[in-house]
């Protein structure tokens, strides 16, 4: 049937609802009818739009002999504080639930496999239950395998949301915009992440993807404009400490942009290019370790951040694009382990005060590099802004040359300093990190480097 116009039936008093022939099928129900309604059990469908725009309705009544609710069929329903839908359903179309805004819970059936469904632009799509600002909780079942294309967009009312082991794709925009979740269990099922999925959830702080995950989609690109929203965790403005799992092998783009107290990312092996505009804007980022594996870093990849102060480039990056340290305003070291990569000038504007070491040996180097001045990078360093307590130790990352010795030496005071060997590194990779294997005791403690 085509569909029914919301003002079709006005002037019929007495009509509240529509069905087929054979009362199958509820095509339209009384967009003025208010209180409670119980569906006929004759009714194995909803149709599309069935519900759309009934404000004043409060609850209604699925019975157990509906197996499909179709597109948009409660849409705007702004009164319905509780929908249980009956294990026999196993069809939920695009928006059945959009903007149902005094929802507040919602039972979702057993049997289900897809949450909403999925399309070609996810940003304009109608989820599932998306706008439904109340809704605080929600039990996702076993049987789902997919959650859909904004399937719990716009929900700002919900705080925690655990995804089964049932769960492969979690598709673009899932969970954009829910600005109360603050913790969120991604399972080790999931080998895909859409774009935008987690985008402006604004109280999430930890997020861990598991090893399986194999894609996270890229940022859609925009027309000229360097800032984008559909990165999978752009705009989490909470979010403080990331772990990648070890099936990733790139860092999507924008997937972290504008994620301004993001402290800690941990990237595994597995990762060869890291996208543009992957973490721009993070301005809390004091330090990240890119993993030898890594060959290109896409244009903007860090800009904006600028409370990182010092980054060692591995051996393996043959390529930075435009921008992607462009206003890291605190950098101050730039530290390669292998030959100049290709470069563009823009590619430093506005961290004015960076220099470029390089090890002996290495070649494609200058008195400058991309408008920076160049030193031989002669001793082991401790990378600015990794000093602190991990792991309940005092510690810090030591870089140089790859499989160097070097020695960590402390002492209690300058005056008249006794320094005491206290570890040995091998940097493999040129890169180690360095723990405390002592209790700090001592009102100050210092460290320093030498190669034996």
């Known amino acids: 049937m085509p569909q029914i116009d919301d003002q079709a039936f006005a002037g019929c008093e007495r009509l509240d609802a529509l069905f087929n022939h054979s009362q199958t099928i509820l095509h339209w129900f009384r967009r003025d009818k208010a209180g409670d309604y119980v569906i006929p059990e ?30 948009n069929a409660f849409s705007g329903c702004t009164s319905l504080t509780r929908i249980a839908i009956p294990d026999s359903v196993t069809s939920i179309g695009a928006g059945a639930f959009n903007d149902c805004t005094s929802l507040t819970s919602v039972v979702i059936p057993d049997g289900l496999t897809t949450i909403g469904t999925g399309c070609d632009d996810c940003f304009n799509c109608f989820g599932f239950v998306s706008g439904c600002s109340s809704l605080a909780s929600v039990v996702l079942p076993n049987s789902v395998t997919r959650i859909g294309c904004a399937a719990f967009s716009g929900c700002s009312s919900l705080a925690s949301v655990t ?36 985008s402006y959830c604004t109280s999430l702080t930890d997020i861990v993807i598991p090893d399986n995950v194999e894609v996270i989609e890229d940022a859609l690109e925009r027309g000229g404009g360097r800032r984008d929203t ?14 990648l799992g070890s099936g990733l092998s790139r860092i ?29 804007d993070c301005s809390s980022l004091t330090a990240v370790a890119i993993p030898n594996s890594v060959s290109g870093i896409e244009g903007l990849a860090f800009w904006g951040c ?19 340290f462009e206003l890291c305003i605190t950098l101050r070291a730039l530290y390669f382990q292998g030959n100049a990569p290709d470069v563009t000038e823009s ?33 082991p360093v401790i990378l600015e802004g990794t000093l602190g307590m991990k792991a309940n130790a005092l510690g810090f990352t030591i870089a140089w040359a790859a499989d160097a010795t070097v020695v960590v030496e402390a002492a ?16 493999a990779g040129g890169v180690a990190e360095f723990r405390d294997p002592e209790p700090v005791t001592e009102t100050a403690r210092f460290y320093r480097l030498r190669s034996p």
């Open 42 to 71: 004759s009714v194995v469908e909803i149709a599309k739009n069935a519900f759309t725009g009934c404000a004043t309705l409060k609850s209604v009544v699925i019975p157990d002999s509906v197996t499909d609710i179709g597109e």
């Open 230 to 243: 559909s990165g999978t965790f752009s705009r989490c403005t909470s979010l403080k400490n990331v772990t």
């Open 252 to 280: 999507a783009s924008g997937m972290f942009d504008g994620c301004t107290s993001l402290t800690s990312v941990t990237i595994p092996d597995s990762v060869t290019s890291i996208g543009r505009g992957a973490f721009q």
């Open 347 to 379: 590619v430093f504007d506005g961290a004015d005060n960076v220099t470029i070491y390089y090890l002996p040996g290495t070649t494609g180097w200058g008195a400058t590099y991309a408008g920076r001045p160049t030193a031989i990078w002669t001793n």
């Open 306 to 324: 600028s409370s990182l102060t010092g980054l060692v480039i591995p051996a393996g990056v043959t390529s930075i694009e435009d921008g992607s």
């Open 163 to 198: 995804i089964p082991e049932s769960v492969t794709t979690i598709e673009g925009w899932a969970f954009y915009g829910c600005t109360s979740l603050t913790r969120v269990t991604i399972p080790n099922s999931v080998t895909r992440i859409g774009l935008g999925t987690f």
């Open 412 to 427: 209690a005071d300058l005056t008249a300093p006794i320094w005491v060997p206290v570890s040995t590194h091998v940097l």
